[in-house]
Protein backbone atom coordinates (compact mmCIF):
# COMPACT_ATOMS: atom_id res chain seq x y z
CA UNK A 1 0.00 0.00 0.00
CA UNK A 2 1.27 3.68 -0.76
CA UNK A 3 1.33 5.86 2.51
CA UNK A 4 -1.81 7.73 1.95
CA UNK A 5 -4.07 4.32 1.12
CA UNK A 6 -2.83 2.93 4.32
CA UNK A 7 -3.27 5.63 6.00
CA UNK A 8 -6.97 5.85 4.85
CA UNK A 9 -7.50 2.20 5.02
CA UNK A 10 -7.06 2.39 8.71
CA UNK A 11 -8.85 5.45 9.27
CA UNK A 12 -11.83 3.69 8.07
CA UNK A 13 -11.32 0.75 9.84
CA UNK A 14 -11.15 2.80 13.30
CA UNK A 15 -14.17 4.58 11.93
CA UNK A 16 -16.12 1.25 11.25
CA UNK A 17 -15.15 -0.30 14.28
CA UNK A 18 -15.91 2.48 16.81
CA UNK A 19 -19.27 3.60 14.86
CA UNK A 20 -20.69 0.32 13.65
CA UNK A 21 -20.61 -1.11 16.34
CA UNK A 22 -22.15 1.40 19.31
CA UNK A 23 -24.79 2.66 16.27
CA UNK A 24 -26.40 -1.07 16.62
CA UNK A 25 -25.66 -1.36 20.72
CA UNK A 26 -28.03 2.00 20.97
CA UNK A 27 -30.30 0.60 18.45
CA UNK A 28 -31.04 -2.89 19.94
CA UNK A 29 -32.51 -3.57 23.30
CA UNK A 30 -32.31 -7.43 22.24
CA UNK A 31 -29.99 -9.12 20.08
CA UNK A 32 -31.17 -9.94 16.35
CA UNK A 33 -31.89 -13.78 15.40
CA UNK A 34 -28.63 -15.02 13.55
CA UNK A 35 -26.19 -13.35 16.65
CA UNK A 36 -28.50 -15.21 19.08
CA UNK A 37 -27.97 -18.35 17.38
CA UNK A 38 -24.11 -17.66 17.67
CA UNK A 39 -24.31 -17.16 21.12
CA UNK A 40 -25.88 -20.20 21.65
CA UNK A 41 -24.00 -22.16 19.86
CA UNK A 42 -20.70 -20.38 21.42
CA UNK A 43 -21.20 -21.71 24.96
CA UNK A 44 -19.74 -24.86 23.71
CA UNK A 45 -16.70 -25.28 21.76
CA UNK A 46 -17.59 -27.68 18.24
CA UNK A 47 -16.16 -28.36 15.18
CA UNK A 48 -19.52 -27.71 13.20
CA UNK A 49 -23.48 -27.37 13.86
CA UNK A 50 -25.65 -28.75 11.99
CA UNK A 51 -26.49 -25.81 10.00
CA UNK A 52 -23.45 -24.33 9.17
CA UNK A 53 -19.56 -24.65 10.00
CA UNK A 54 -18.26 -23.24 13.33
CA UNK A 55 -16.13 -20.22 12.86
CA UNK A 56 -18.65 -17.25 13.37
CA UNK A 57 -19.33 -19.53 16.57
CA UNK A 58 -15.51 -19.38 17.20
CA UNK A 59 -15.32 -15.37 16.92
CA UNK A 60 -18.50 -15.20 19.43
CA UNK A 61 -16.60 -17.17 21.97
CA UNK A 62 -13.89 -15.60 22.11
CA UNK A 63 -15.51 -12.06 21.74
CA UNK A 64 -17.55 -13.06 25.22
CA UNK A 65 -14.20 -14.30 26.53
CA UNK A 66 -12.93 -10.99 26.00
CA UNK A 67 -15.31 -8.66 26.65
CA UNK A 68 -17.95 -10.61 28.35
CA UNK A 69 -21.29 -11.96 28.17
CA UNK A 70 -23.36 -9.07 26.56
CA UNK A 71 -24.61 -7.38 23.80
CA UNK A 72 -20.82 -5.75 22.56
CA UNK A 73 -19.56 -9.09 22.23
CA UNK A 74 -22.65 -9.64 19.81
CA UNK A 75 -21.71 -6.13 17.78
CA UNK A 76 -17.85 -6.12 17.98
CA UNK A 77 -17.40 -8.87 16.03
CA UNK A 78 -19.35 -8.03 13.26
CA UNK A 79 -17.58 -4.78 13.02
CA UNK A 80 -14.40 -6.11 12.75
CA UNK A 81 -15.07 -8.34 10.23
CA UNK A 82 -15.94 -5.48 8.49
CA UNK A 83 -12.79 -3.78 9.08
CA UNK A 84 -10.55 -6.97 8.22
CA UNK A 85 -12.21 -6.69 4.83
CA UNK A 86 -11.31 -3.05 4.49
CA UNK A 87 -7.99 -4.01 5.06
CA UNK A 88 -7.76 -6.88 2.01
CA UNK A 89 -9.77 -4.54 -0.69
CA UNK A 90 -7.93 -1.84 0.31
CA UNK A 91 -4.87 -3.84 -0.93
CA UNK A 92 -6.17 -5.18 -4.06
CA UNK A 93 -7.41 -2.17 -5.16
CA UNK A 94 -3.88 -0.45 -4.74
CA UNK A 95 -2.76 -3.36 -7.02
CA UNK A 96 -5.43 -1.89 -9.75
CA UNK A 97 -5.86 1.62 -9.27
CA UNK A 98 -3.65 4.55 -8.77
CA UNK A 99 -3.58 5.90 -5.47
CA UNK A 100 -6.39 8.56 -4.96
CA UNK A 101 -8.67 6.30 -7.01
CA UNK A 102 -8.08 3.39 -4.91
CA UNK A 103 -8.92 5.06 -1.79
CA UNK A 104 -12.30 6.29 -3.26
CA UNK A 105 -12.70 2.81 -4.40
CA UNK A 106 -12.51 1.56 -0.64
CA UNK A 107 -14.70 4.22 0.81
CA UNK A 108 -16.99 3.50 -1.91
CA UNK A 109 -17.35 -0.34 -0.92
CA UNK A 110 -17.86 1.10 2.75
CA UNK A 111 -20.91 2.60 1.43
CA UNK A 112 -22.20 -1.36 0.05
CA UNK A 113 -25.01 -2.10 2.84
CA UNK A 114 -23.42 -5.10 3.12
CA UNK A 115 -20.76 -3.25 5.21
CA UNK A 116 -23.21 -0.75 7.28
CA UNK A 117 -27.45 -1.42 7.58
CA UNK A 118 -26.70 -5.30 6.90
CA UNK A 119 -23.62 -5.67 8.46
CA UNK A 120 -24.63 -5.93 12.46
CA UNK A 121 -26.57 -9.51 12.20
CA UNK A 122 -23.45 -11.65 12.73
CA UNK A 123 -23.50 -15.00 10.96
CA UNK A 124 -21.81 -17.05 8.26
CA UNK A 125 -21.98 -14.42 5.08
CA UNK A 126 -20.76 -11.52 7.71
CA UNK A 127 -17.56 -13.41 8.77
CA UNK A 128 -16.60 -14.88 5.46
CA UNK A 129 -16.48 -11.07 4.13
CA UNK A 130 -12.64 -10.89 5.41
CA UNK A 131 -11.96 -14.43 4.80
CA UNK A 132 -13.13 -14.26 1.16
CA UNK A 133 -10.94 -10.93 0.41
CA UNK A 134 -7.81 -12.38 2.24
CA UNK A 135 -8.72 -15.65 0.02
CA UNK A 136 -8.18 -13.09 -3.34
CA UNK A 137 -4.93 -11.33 -1.55
CA UNK A 138 -3.39 -14.60 -1.31
CA UNK A 139 -4.46 -15.67 -5.06
CA UNK A 140 -3.06 -12.58 -6.40
CA UNK A 141 0.21 -13.14 -4.52
CA UNK A 142 0.97 -16.86 -5.28
CA UNK A 143 -0.17 -16.24 -8.94
CA UNK A 144 2.21 -13.26 -9.76
CA UNK A 145 5.37 -14.63 -6.83
CA UNK A 146 4.96 -18.26 -7.47
CA UNK A 147 6.30 -18.40 -3.88
CA UNK A 148 5.55 -21.17 -1.70
CA UNK A 149 4.69 -19.40 1.41
CA UNK A 150 2.08 -17.76 -0.25
CA UNK A 151 0.39 -20.63 -1.36
CA UNK A 152 0.45 -21.99 2.05
CA UNK A 153 -1.28 -18.87 3.02
CA UNK A 154 -3.83 -19.48 0.32
CA UNK A 155 -4.18 -22.50 1.40
CA UNK A 156 -5.00 -21.31 4.79
CA UNK A 157 -7.22 -18.70 4.03
CA UNK A 158 -8.96 -20.49 1.60
CA UNK A 159 -9.60 -23.10 4.99
CA UNK A 160 -10.93 -20.58 6.63
CA UNK A 161 -13.14 -19.21 4.45
CA UNK A 162 -14.67 -22.64 4.23
CA UNK A 163 -14.96 -22.75 7.46
CA UNK A 164 -17.44 -19.95 8.05
CA UNK A 165 -19.45 -21.19 4.48
CA UNK A 166 -19.16 -23.46 2.28
CA UNK A 167 -19.14 -20.74 -0.71
CA UNK A 168 -16.35 -20.88 -0.55
CA UNK A 169 -15.92 -23.56 -2.98
CA UNK A 170 -16.75 -20.98 -5.65
CA UNK A 171 -13.35 -19.34 -5.90
CA UNK A 172 -12.32 -22.70 -6.79
CA UNK A 173 -13.74 -22.77 -10.74
CA UNK A 174 -12.87 -19.06 -11.03
CA UNK A 175 -9.14 -19.62 -10.44
CA UNK A 176 -9.04 -22.48 -12.71
CA UNK A 177 -10.46 -20.91 -15.33
CA UNK A 178 -8.19 -18.24 -15.07
CA UNK A 179 -5.43 -20.33 -15.72
CA UNK A 180 -7.21 -22.19 -18.43
CA UNK A 181 -7.47 -18.71 -20.28
CA UNK A 182 -4.72 -16.64 -19.65
CA UNK A 183 -0.67 -17.50 -19.77
CA UNK A 184 0.31 -14.58 -17.81
CA UNK A 185 -1.58 -15.60 -14.64
CA UNK A 186 -0.54 -19.72 -14.92
CA UNK A 187 3.13 -18.97 -15.75
CA UNK A 188 4.45 -19.01 -12.42
CA UNK A 189 2.34 -21.96 -11.13
CA UNK A 190 3.32 -25.51 -10.49
CA UNK A 191 2.40 -28.68 -8.74
CA UNK A 192 4.85 -28.00 -5.81
CA UNK A 193 2.47 -24.74 -5.26
CA UNK A 194 -0.55 -26.75 -5.54
CA UNK A 195 0.27 -29.26 -2.82
CA UNK A 196 1.54 -26.56 -0.75
CA UNK A 197 -1.99 -25.17 -0.81
CA UNK A 198 -3.83 -28.16 -0.60
CA UNK A 199 -2.06 -29.62 2.55
CA UNK A 200 -2.57 -26.18 4.53
CA UNK A 201 -6.17 -26.37 2.93
CA UNK A 202 -6.88 -29.87 4.72
CA UNK A 203 -4.76 -29.20 7.77
CA UNK A 204 -7.16 -26.05 7.94
CA UNK A 205 -10.40 -27.59 7.50
CA UNK A 206 -9.69 -31.15 8.00
CA UNK A 207 -10.97 -30.75 11.77
CA UNK A 208 -14.33 -29.60 9.97
CA UNK A 209 -13.98 -32.40 7.53
CA UNK A 210 -14.13 -35.24 9.98
CA UNK A 211 -16.98 -33.87 11.83
CA UNK A 212 -18.71 -34.35 8.78
CA UNK A 213 -18.13 -37.54 8.27
CA UNK A 214 -19.11 -38.46 11.64
CA UNK A 215 -22.18 -36.56 11.68
CA UNK A 216 -23.65 -37.84 8.34
CA UNK A 217 -23.17 -33.64 6.86
CA UNK A 218 -25.86 -32.39 8.74
CA UNK A 219 -25.34 -28.79 7.38
CA UNK A 220 -25.27 -30.52 3.60
CA UNK A 221 -29.00 -31.57 4.46
CA UNK A 222 -29.89 -28.37 5.98
CA UNK A 223 -28.80 -26.46 2.76
CA UNK A 224 -31.02 -29.02 0.91
CA UNK A 225 -34.04 -28.01 3.59
CA UNK A 226 -33.13 -24.63 2.87
CA UNK A 227 -33.48 -24.78 -1.10
CA UNK A 228 -37.00 -26.69 -0.81
CA UNK A 229 -37.82 -24.14 1.72
CA UNK A 230 -37.12 -21.15 -0.47
CA UNK A 231 -38.41 -23.13 -3.53
CA UNK A 232 -41.99 -23.25 -1.90
CA UNK A 233 -42.12 -19.71 -1.08
CA UNK A 234 -40.91 -18.75 -5.16
CA UNK A 235 -39.99 -19.89 -8.30
CA UNK A 236 -35.91 -20.74 -8.74
CA UNK A 237 -36.25 -17.60 -11.59
CA UNK A 238 -37.76 -15.24 -9.06
CA UNK A 239 -35.50 -16.12 -6.25
CA UNK A 240 -32.48 -15.13 -8.98
CA UNK A 241 -33.93 -11.84 -9.54
CA UNK A 242 -34.54 -11.22 -6.27
CA UNK A 243 -31.03 -12.30 -5.27
CA UNK A 244 -29.68 -9.57 -8.14
CA UNK A 245 -32.16 -7.48 -7.11
CA UNK A 246 -30.25 -7.33 -3.79
CA UNK A 247 -26.64 -7.17 -5.08
CA UNK A 248 -27.98 -3.74 -6.98
CA UNK A 249 -29.60 -2.29 -4.16
CA UNK A 250 -27.00 -2.86 -1.44
CA UNK A 251 -24.82 -1.09 -4.18
CA UNK A 252 -27.51 1.73 -4.78
CA UNK A 253 -24.69 4.93 -3.41
CA UNK A 254 -22.03 2.97 -6.02
CA UNK A 255 -24.45 3.00 -9.14
CA UNK A 256 -25.10 6.90 -8.36
CA UNK A 257 -22.00 7.68 -7.99
CA UNK A 258 -21.61 6.12 -10.98
CA UNK A 259 -24.10 7.66 -13.26
CA UNK A 260 -22.78 10.81 -12.05
CA UNK A 261 -19.53 10.22 -12.83
CA UNK A 262 -19.89 9.59 -15.98
CA UNK A 263 -22.74 12.39 -17.09
CA UNK A 264 -20.37 15.11 -15.24
CA UNK A 265 -16.96 13.97 -17.22
CA UNK A 266 -18.71 12.44 -20.30
CA UNK A 267 -16.65 15.30 -22.57
CA UNK A 268 -13.04 14.25 -20.64
CA UNK A 269 -9.89 13.43 -22.54
CA UNK A 270 -10.62 9.82 -23.58
CA UNK A 271 -7.04 8.99 -22.73
CA UNK A 272 -7.68 9.32 -18.99
CA UNK A 273 -10.14 6.73 -18.95
CA UNK A 274 -8.44 3.52 -21.18
CA UNK A 275 -8.32 0.32 -19.47
CA UNK A 276 -5.63 -1.42 -17.63
CA UNK A 277 -3.99 -4.47 -19.21
CA UNK A 278 -5.44 -7.55 -20.38
CA UNK A 279 -4.19 -9.45 -17.61
CA UNK A 280 -5.50 -7.41 -14.81
CA UNK A 281 -8.85 -7.39 -16.54
CA UNK A 282 -8.87 -11.48 -16.39
CA UNK A 283 -8.14 -11.74 -13.07
CA UNK A 284 -10.74 -8.92 -12.04
CA UNK A 285 -13.34 -10.62 -13.90
CA UNK A 286 -12.69 -14.47 -13.41
CA UNK A 287 -12.12 -14.33 -9.19
CA UNK A 288 -13.72 -10.87 -8.28
CA UNK A 289 -17.31 -11.16 -10.20
CA UNK A 290 -16.65 -14.99 -11.26
CA UNK A 291 -17.80 -16.22 -8.25
CA UNK A 292 -21.09 -14.13 -8.17
CA UNK A 293 -21.48 -14.92 -11.78
CA UNK A 294 -21.34 -18.76 -10.82
CA UNK A 295 -23.48 -18.55 -7.93
CA UNK A 296 -26.36 -17.12 -10.40
CA UNK A 297 -25.55 -20.00 -12.93
CA UNK A 298 -27.00 -22.08 -10.25
CA UNK A 299 -29.96 -20.22 -9.18
CA UNK A 300 -30.86 -21.37 -12.84
CA UNK A 301 -30.97 -25.22 -11.18
CA UNK A 302 -31.84 -24.35 -7.25
CA UNK A 303 -33.22 -21.25 -5.60
CA UNK A 304 -30.86 -18.38 -3.80
CA UNK A 305 -31.14 -16.57 -1.09
CA UNK A 306 -30.49 -12.78 -1.11
CA UNK A 307 -27.94 -12.53 1.05
CA UNK A 308 -25.80 -15.20 -0.52
CA UNK A 309 -23.64 -12.82 -2.34
CA UNK A 310 -22.59 -11.01 0.79
CA UNK A 311 -18.91 -11.70 1.18
CA UNK A 312 -18.48 -12.41 -2.64
CA UNK A 313 -18.17 -9.07 -4.20
CA UNK A 314 -15.19 -7.23 -2.15
CA UNK A 315 -13.88 -6.25 -5.45
CA UNK A 316 -16.97 -4.39 -7.15
CA UNK A 317 -15.70 -1.20 -6.37
CA UNK A 318 -12.58 -1.87 -8.06
CA UNK A 319 -14.13 -3.53 -11.24
CA UNK A 320 -16.14 -0.34 -11.65
CA UNK A 321 -12.71 2.01 -11.01
CA UNK A 322 -11.13 0.00 -13.86
CA UNK A 323 -13.40 0.66 -15.96
CA UNK A 324 -13.60 4.39 -14.78
CA UNK A 325 -10.07 5.35 -14.60
CA UNK A 326 -9.41 8.54 -14.16
CA UNK A 327 -12.89 9.51 -13.05
CA UNK A 328 -12.92 8.19 -9.26
CA UNK A 329 -10.26 11.26 -8.75
CA UNK A 330 -12.60 13.32 -9.13
CA UNK A 331 -14.57 12.28 -5.76
CA UNK A 332 -11.13 12.85 -3.89
CA UNK A 333 -12.00 15.88 -2.07
CA UNK A 334 -12.63 17.72 1.07
CA UNK A 335 -16.20 18.48 -0.20
CA UNK A 336 -17.09 14.52 -0.96
CA UNK A 337 -15.90 13.43 2.23
CA UNK A 338 -17.91 15.55 4.39
CA UNK A 339 -21.04 14.22 2.11
CA UNK A 340 -19.34 10.86 2.82
CA UNK A 341 -19.36 11.53 6.58
CA UNK A 342 -23.33 12.71 6.16
CA UNK A 343 -24.30 9.53 4.61
CA UNK A 344 -22.55 7.51 6.68
CA UNK A 345 -24.54 9.52 9.88
CA UNK A 346 -27.65 9.35 8.02
CA UNK A 347 -27.42 5.58 7.49
CA UNK A 348 -26.63 5.20 11.02
CA UNK A 349 -29.71 7.06 12.14
CA UNK A 350 -31.65 5.25 9.73
CA UNK A 351 -30.67 2.16 11.48
CA UNK A 352 -31.34 3.54 15.48
CA UNK A 353 -34.72 4.99 14.24
CA UNK A 354 -35.42 1.55 12.06
CA UNK A 355 -38.11 0.38 14.80
CA UNK A 356 -40.21 3.38 13.51
CA UNK A 357 -39.46 2.73 10.17
CA UNK A 358 -40.28 -0.43 9.83
CA UNK A 359 -41.92 -1.60 13.58
CA UNK A 360 -43.09 -5.74 12.14
CA UNK A 361 -39.28 -6.02 10.61
CA UNK A 362 -37.56 -4.41 13.59
CA UNK A 363 -39.37 -5.87 16.56
CA UNK A 364 -37.53 -8.43 17.62
CA UNK A 365 -34.82 -5.31 18.12
CA UNK A 366 -37.38 -3.79 20.79
CA UNK A 367 -38.42 -6.53 22.51
CA UNK A 368 -37.97 -7.28 26.54
CA UNK A 369 -35.11 -9.93 26.31
CA UNK A 370 -33.02 -8.68 29.18
CA UNK A 371 -36.14 -8.37 31.26
CA UNK A 372 -37.83 -11.57 30.50
CA UNK A 373 -34.21 -13.44 30.86
CA UNK A 374 -34.30 -11.64 34.73
CA UNK A 375 -37.79 -12.86 35.34
CA UNK A 376 -36.91 -16.54 34.13
CA UNK A 377 -33.62 -16.52 36.10
CA UNK A 378 -35.25 -15.14 39.20
CA UNK A 379 -38.29 -18.04 39.57
CA UNK A 380 -35.73 -20.98 38.67
CA UNK A 381 -33.88 -19.97 41.92
CA UNK A 382 -37.05 -19.04 43.34
CA UNK A 383 -38.17 -22.82 42.95
CA UNK A 384 -34.51 -24.55 43.14
CA UNK A 385 -32.44 -22.09 44.82
CA UNK A 386 -30.03 -24.99 45.29
CA UNK A 387 -29.30 -25.75 41.45
CA UNK A 388 -27.96 -23.47 38.87
CA UNK A 389 -29.55 -23.00 36.08
CA UNK A 390 -27.60 -24.62 33.21
CA UNK A 391 -29.99 -25.41 30.33
CA UNK A 392 -32.36 -23.38 28.59
CA UNK A 393 -34.23 -25.38 25.21
CA UNK A 394 -36.98 -23.40 22.72
CA UNK A 395 -35.97 -21.72 19.43
CA UNK A 396 -32.75 -20.27 18.21
CA UNK A 397 -33.82 -16.77 19.12
CA UNK A 398 -35.34 -17.16 22.30
CA UNK A 399 -33.35 -19.80 24.02
CA UNK A 400 -30.98 -17.39 22.84
CA UNK A 401 -31.16 -14.64 24.13
CA UNK A 402 -32.28 -16.65 27.94
CA UNK A 403 -29.25 -17.99 27.84
CA UNK A 404 -27.35 -14.62 26.69
CA UNK A 405 -29.00 -12.29 29.80
CA UNK A 406 -28.45 -15.65 32.28
CA UNK A 407 -25.44 -14.14 34.51
CA UNK A 408 -24.34 -17.88 34.44
CA UNK A 409 -23.48 -20.14 31.33
CA UNK A 410 -26.23 -21.19 30.44
CA UNK A 411 -26.38 -24.06 27.90
CA UNK A 412 -28.98 -23.71 25.00
CA UNK A 413 -30.26 -27.22 24.26
CA UNK A 414 -32.51 -26.36 20.41
CA UNK A 415 -35.86 -27.33 20.27
CA UNK A 416 -34.85 -29.81 23.23
CA UNK A 417 -33.00 -31.86 20.81
CA UNK A 418 -29.82 -33.69 21.12
CA UNK A 419 -29.40 -33.66 17.35
CA UNK A 420 -29.22 -30.48 16.96
CA UNK A 421 -27.48 -29.48 20.24
CA UNK A 422 -25.39 -32.35 21.07
CA UNK A 423 -23.69 -30.99 23.86
CA UNK A 424 -26.71 -31.96 25.72
CA UNK A 425 -28.24 -35.09 26.59
CA UNK A 426 -31.92 -36.29 27.48
CA UNK A 427 -30.00 -37.32 30.97
CA UNK A 428 -28.24 -34.53 31.30
CA UNK A 429 -31.70 -32.51 30.45
CA UNK A 430 -33.24 -34.67 33.54
CA UNK A 431 -30.36 -34.44 35.82
CA UNK A 432 -30.11 -30.75 35.76
CA UNK A 433 -33.56 -29.91 34.72
CA UNK A 434 -34.00 -27.09 32.34
CA UNK A 435 -36.52 -24.06 31.51
CA UNK A 436 -38.41 -24.81 28.41
CA UNK A 437 -39.45 -21.56 26.25
CA UNK A 438 -43.08 -21.83 23.84
CA UNK A 439 -42.55 -25.77 24.04
CA UNK A 440 -44.11 -27.81 21.39
CA UNK A 441 -46.13 -30.28 21.76
CA UNK A 442 -42.92 -32.70 20.74
CA UNK A 443 -40.43 -31.31 23.13
CA UNK A 444 -42.98 -31.62 25.81
CA UNK A 445 -44.00 -35.51 25.02
CA UNK A 446 -40.11 -35.83 25.13
CA UNK A 447 -40.11 -34.83 28.53
CA UNK A 448 -43.73 -35.32 29.95
CA UNK A 449 -42.61 -33.83 33.59
CA UNK A 450 -42.49 -30.14 32.04
CA UNK A 451 -44.88 -28.01 34.42
CA UNK A 452 -45.83 -24.99 32.47
CA UNK A 453 -45.50 -21.89 34.27
CA UNK A 454 -47.82 -18.66 34.08
CA UNK A 455 -46.98 -16.54 31.12
CA UNK A 456 -44.16 -13.63 32.06
CA UNK A 457 -45.52 -10.58 31.32
CA UNK A 458 -43.16 -6.85 30.49
CA UNK A 459 -45.33 -4.32 29.30
CA UNK A 460 -44.13 -1.40 27.13
CA UNK A 461 -41.96 1.33 27.95
CA UNK A 462 -39.95 4.16 26.17
CA UNK A 463 -36.94 1.23 26.01
CA UNK A 464 -38.81 -2.04 24.56
CA UNK A 465 -42.44 -2.97 23.49
CA UNK A 466 -44.52 -5.70 25.25
CA UNK A 467 -42.97 -9.07 25.77
CA UNK A 468 -45.04 -12.18 27.00
CA UNK A 469 -43.05 -15.20 27.26
CA UNK A 470 -44.84 -19.09 27.14
CA UNK A 471 -42.81 -21.23 29.06
CA UNK A 472 -42.25 -24.19 31.63
CA UNK A 473 -39.57 -25.84 34.00
CA UNK A 474 -37.90 -29.31 34.39
CA UNK A 475 -37.29 -30.47 37.89
CA UNK A 476 -33.86 -31.38 37.83
CA UNK A 477 -33.55 -34.97 39.36
CA UNK A 478 -29.82 -35.75 39.94
CA UNK A 479 -26.52 -34.13 39.78
CA UNK A 480 -25.93 -32.11 36.94
CA UNK A 481 -23.06 -32.55 35.03
CA UNK A 482 -22.52 -29.52 33.05
CA UNK A 483 -19.94 -27.17 34.00
Known amino acids: MTKKLHYATWGLIVFQVIFWTFVPLFAHHAPPLDVSEMHGWAQTFQWGFYKHPPMPTWIIAASQFLVGKNMLSLFLPASLSIAGTYYCVGWLAGKFLPEKEAIVALFLYSLTIFCNLWSTDFNHNQ???????????????????GESVFAILLGVAMGLNALSKYTAALLVPCVILLMIFSYEWRK?????????SAIAFFLTFGGHLQWLLHNNFLPLRYVSDRFEEIHGQQSNLRALLDYLGNIFGAHLLLLLMCIFLIVKYKNSPKENFGLHSNKNLKFLWFIGAGPVLFSCLIGLAVPLYSRWSTPMLPMITVIVGVYLLGRFKYLYTKRVFI????IQCILGLAYINKDKMNKERSSRAIYPAPELAA?????????????????????????GFVSLFSPIKTYVYTEANSDLAPWVTEKMANDCGLVMIAPSPQEIAKFPRVQMQPDIIIEKNALHSQGVLHWGLLAPLGDCSLK
Open 127 to 145: IQMPFWAMSIVFIYLTLTT
Open 188 to 196: KISFKLFFF
Open 339 to 342: LYLV
Open 375 to 399: EVYRQWHEKYPNNEFKIVAGGEWEA
